[in-house]
């Protein structure tokens, strides 16, 4: 079964309500061998896109992932981008910033690790965090040592939206092809996976204290969220609400949506000019010369 990728796009200038986005669809998969057979079809597209991409020197591809915890980030990362050649991929996940970070504007730190010509950057969590974890909790923007903060905190984040658009324009504008995924799960699934890390030794790693103090805020964060995805999907940079609670149909989903945004661009493998044919001709006859030699 094909996934229909545009259904799971926010549209330009759509205000979205995240209570009427699934959290969960019918899976596309029928078994576990089907899914993995149909997740490993996408990796080895994306690793041959990926080639090409790095190749052609002519784009990059930022892939943006936002998600409440437990939302299945990492393993969407892990799964998707088993195939790419780790030469060509950056991992960057942002935390709380540091104090030098705190002496910069809210985009400074991300934009530091942007994805150069034929590289992919992936963003486990991004700039993004400005407008949702500090909305949920203004004394972090307070903390941050902003000058000029507007009374109303409307304008605020109204003023970063307006930046986080512009910049992303302007990266489009210069190659870099940004795709953000936002991992729709529900709070009772979320639920489940905690009780899953507490009761399963071996994950007890991933849980943490500060997560299930997060989830009392989950209203807030919704509300953050909403906000965010409709101010800021765009043609050039469109956000795509992943239903989340599957998580192998999410994988499925966010592989495809990368594979056919790689192959839908203008690549091709680097053409010699006449000069440097050439050259290869004589260096494979002086190869051959050597052969014969031996």
């Avoid at 490993?40 to 930022?62: C, F, H, I, M, P």
């Avoid at 407008?131 to 507007?150: F, K, M, S, T, Y």
């Avoid at 071996?202 to 009392?216: I, P």
Wanted: charged share 30%.
């Amino acid at each position: 079964m094909r996934i229909t990728t545009k259904d799971f796009r926010v549209k330009p200038d759509s205000k979205v309500k995240l209570s009427k986005w699934p959290t969960q669809t019918p899976p596309v998969y029928e078994t576990a061998s089907d899914y993995k057979e149909m997740l490993q079809g996408n990796v080895d597209r994306l690793s041959t896109a990926q080639e090409l991409l790095y190749a052609s020197d002519k784009y990059s591809l930022l892939l943006i992932f936002q998600a409440m915890d437990a939302a299945g980030k990492d393993g969407v990362i892990k799964h998707v981008m088993s195939g790419v050649n780790p030469q060509g991929c950056q991992v960057h996940s942002f935390k709380h910033p540091s104090v030098e970070e705190l002496q910069h504007d809210f985009l400074w730190r991300t934009t530091r690790y942007l994805p150069e010509r034929g590289n992919i950057g992936i963003f486990n969590r991004s700039y993004y965090e400005e407008v949702l974890i500090a909305r949920v909790h203004p004394a972090i923007l307070h903390g941050e040592g902003v000058a000029d903060l507007p009374d109303d905190a409307r304008k605020v984040w109204d003023q970063r939206f307006t930046s986080i658009k512009n910049m992303e324009q302007h990266l489009h504008h210069n190659g870099t092809r940004i795709l953000k995924f936002f991992l729709h799960l529900s709070k009772d699934e979320q639920r489940q996976r905690f009780l899953d890390r507490i009761d399963k030794r071996k994950k007890n790693w991933k849980f943490s204290l500060a997560d299930m103090e997060e989830r009392k805020f989950w209203d807030g964060y919704m509300e953050a969220y909403e906000a965010a995805l409709s101010a800021t999907s765009s043609r050039e940079a469109p956000w795509y609400v992943i239903p989340a609670d599957d998580k192998k149909n999410a994988r499925l989903m966010v592989s495809q949506i990368i594979v056919e945004t790689l192959e839908g661009l203008d690549m091709a493998y680097p053409k010699l000019d006449d000069a440097e044919e050439k050259a290869l001709a004589a260096i494979r006859a002086e190869l051959e010369l050597e052969k014969k030699a031996e």
